[in-house]
Each structure stands twice: as C-alpha cells, then as structure tokens.
C-alpha cells in the first residue's frame, strides 16, 4: 500500500458508502423521498439494511453523502496541487475534481426531479447540519497551502465560503437553466467570477 493511500478495507467500505448514497438519491428522485424504504436503498446496493444503518442513520443522510464526499475529495485534491500554482487556480482544478465524470448533456428530467427532491425539508434540514462538517475539511486545506491557521485566521474560513457559496449558485443555476447546461461549466464559470474579484457585469 503507497503511504497516504487508502488500504482495501477502507476503499470497500468507501465503495460501499458511494453505492448506498447513489442508490437513495436515485430512488428518491424517481419515487419521492418518503416513498423510498432502507430496505430498498440497501437491496439496490447489493448490501444488507443492517449495513445500510451501519452507514447511515437516515435517507436525508445518506443522500447528502454526496455533497460532503465531493467536497472531501477537492480537500484532498487541493493538497496534490503544484505548491507554485496560485490559489484560485489550484482551488478551482480541485473543486472540478469530482466532476470529471458528469455528463455532457444533462438529463431536463432528472435536473427536475432533483429539483423537487431539494424542496424535502428533511434533506435541507441535513444539508443545514453538515455544513460546518462538509467545510471544515476544505478549509484546513486551503490553510496548509496558503500558510494560515484553520481556527484562528478569516482567510482560509473566507475561501472556504466563498467556494462553497459558488457550488451552491452554481447548482441553483443548474437546477433552473434552459436549456440545461452541464454542471462543470457552471461551476467553471461561478470559480472564475469569484477569481477575477465578482467585477460588476454592469460596467462592461
């Protein structure tokens, strides 16, 4: 095993835990959150409902996985990048990072049923409690490479918000967008504006 690299056991149980959090934001989007069972996210992971508890401790959870798993994952692709490469540039290749493999073309009926699903209030609710869990990661990371401490310094929390803010815009862009527009572009897009400063569209 490389040194910092995950073993099996953890890549199995990280494995597990993409599949159980795929399966509940698919059968929720086609059926509606509260007519999904655990019993039914488990089976369309191939596991067990007690592994499915062993994971999560609600549907609202398991789907919002998602979210915090992509930010974790740009954490951690944040720390890979060329030490001489500048910040937003870094930050931006890492947050594009989990998105390689989105498709090209968005399906307008799945963008409308995530669209409904995101109405749940037990999936904001969630969303709203792994906030500061979901940041925490991205923060500490962009304090390594700019040389700030995570707890006592404005800047890194100030990126760290700022990018997620541009995920969240980027999103609600994409859950409205016609034509649907792919979601890599839009994040693309909201990193560069957030780079270059937010200048005013109305002096151009």
């Known amino acids: 095993m490389t040194k910092g690299q995950p073993g099996l056991r953890e ?4 494995a597990t835990r993409e599949a159980l959090s795929w399966a509940a934001l698919r059968l929720a989007a086609e059926r509606g959150l509260e007519n999904v ?13 007690r592994t499915y508890n062993n994971y999560f401790s ?3 959870e398991a789907i919002v996985h998602r979210h915090r798993d992509r930010v ?3 954490a951690e692709a944040l ?4 030490a001489g490469e500048p910040l937003w540039e870094a930050l931006t290749r890492a947050l594009l990072e989990p ?7 968005p399906d307008p009926r799945w963008i409308a049923a995530i669209r409904l699903l995101l109405r749940e209030p037990a999936l904001q609710a ?10 925490a990661g991205l923060t500490a990371a962009v304090a390594a490479r700019t040389g700030t401490d995570p707890d006592r310094d404005l800047y890194p929390k100030l990126v760290t918000a700022a990018a997620l803010a541009a995920i969240k815009a980027a999103n609600d862009q994409y859950l409205t967008a016609e034509p649907p527009v792919p979601f890599p572009s839009l994040l693309a ?4 504006q957030l780079a270059a400063g937010l200048p005013d569209p109305s002096h151009r």
Not at 99 to 105: F, I
Not at 126 to 132: I, P
């Open 126 to 135: 969630e969303l709203m409690r792994d906030g500061a869990a979901t940041a």
């Open 99 to 105: 998105y390689e493999s989105a498709g090209e073309q």
């Open 11 to 14: 890549r199995k149980k990280a």
């Open 79 to 82: 720390r890979r990048r060329p």
């Open 189 to 192: 897009e909201a990193l560069r």
């Open 72 to 74: 974790q994952r740009s």
């Open 37 to 49: 069972r655990v019993e039914d996210i488990a089976a369309a992971a191939g596991v067990s409902p």
């Open 58 to 60: 609600s549907k609202a």
